[in-house]
């Protein structure tokens, strides 16, 4: 071969290179998604590191979207946040076959170069064209050097079809029943693998509501996030408005902002997880302001520790929640707490804090009130709040509201996350008066209008770092 039909050749195959990477760009789906696609709560169900996330989303939110990435990521062995494993065993589960085949069997199929299938097994249709039958599994090439599998599962199929298997994974493609749910968490147990859930809460208050969403059991594994229509930056404005139009107002609760609905509604729609709740970070002592406490004592105490700014921001830094203690074993961890965050006292040591009213009666029990013994543990109880229902929660609304946000809550105050991710209003006027012990204590710390404390030159800096971050949350809305 002379050298002009060397170089012709050559040319030719570098064409050919050329054709087949320009190709494989135009259809990598998974690589567009990484570059661009994904978006900032997309990102933040990825990265988060517990083992039972799951994200809330309206319709068109790019909620199946993550949740199909997530499997394929872990079947490739090629996760961008986690430790990738070898030879990884997963299944999807949908409420039904039909949903399967028309969503997440086919978001997954999208995502999947053919080059990466090393095997398709149908339940029923064609092999060679999956995406218009029912797959039972898809054997992948894992990027390791192993070969994974995908499941697929139908709820409706019952408990005992979900027995036996070690997993890697369980993704949940919408809600599945509850003990569906527990016997997908024995699977995942042996290779201390995780779970994902992604659906539309239309069945309203279910058993997520109270075991995922709001967590009752402070699962410290369990952590979701909610997705509306407005997070998607790829939905025309003028799409979302005129879905948001043709729903009635329970329904866009759902399908536009993944919400749990109920006749009453919620008290705080304001609220927003992502806007509201923030890791801890170290608050300058000048800044501290005062406790609030809602006593109990077959009921749940709740106490929180609560901080304000130079410009009247407030955060909620510290809890205490408890139930079936006394007030000896109450004040001992308030003053434990107390202790850490080197809160400040009065010249005779003692702490002081504002509480329920109630907490002054006596009763034939006993001769002296919770404030009384309170008193006698160097904790000095403030019975005077304003308990106004309406006035209360006026008042926590309007710093819900404000964007850049007014209040903002740590992490670590689970229980009040969690109230007031479940706070619904009642038949009447008012809230359900159940599990709403933290929702007191902060109308009352609330209501006592909390000001600025004076500036003081050390604490300029950090007031301007947290007051950027702010100003950085209120702009995700």
Known sequence: ??????????????????????????????????????????????????????????NRSGKTECGAVEAVWWARGIHPYRENRKDVCGWVVSPTYEVQREVSQSKILSYLRPEWIVDVTMQSGRKSSPEGGVIDYITIKNALGGVSRIGFKSADQGRERFQGASLDFVWFDEEPPQDVYQECLMRVMDRKGEIWGTMTPLKGRTWVFDEIYRNIRANPEVWSITMEWADNPYLD???????TNAFDKESVESRRYGRFGEEGGLVYPEFDESVHVVDPFPVPPEWYDNISIDPGLHNPLSCHFYAVDYDGNVYVIAEHYESGKDIDYHAKRIKEIA??????????????????SAASQRTLSSLKSVSDLFYEKDILCDTSVDKDLWSGIAQVKSYLKERPPRIVIF?????????????????????????????????????SKPRPHPVKKEGESIQQKYKNKLIRLGRRR
């Open 237 to 243: 404005p003028e799409e979302i408005k005129l879905l």
């Open 1 to 58: 071969m002379d050298k002009k039909s060397k170089m012709r050749e050559l040319v030719s195959r570098i064409s050919e290179i050329e054709r087949l990477q320009k190709f494989r760009a135009e259809h990598d789906k998974l690589g567009k998604y990484n570059k661009a696609k994904v978006h900032k709560k997309q990102m933040e169900f990825h990265k988060c590191p517990k083992r039972n996330r799951w994200v809330f989303g309206g």
């Open 411 to 447: 992490r670590n105050c689970v229980n009040m996350i969690r109230e007031i991710k479940g706070y619904y209003w009642g038949k009447g006027d008012a809230p359900i008066k159940a599990d709403d012990h933290a929702m007191d204590e902060l109308r009352y710390y609330l209501m």
């Open 339 to 356: 202790d850490g965050l080197k809160w400040h006292r009065d010249a005779k040591g003692r702490l002081k804090c504002i509480i329920d």
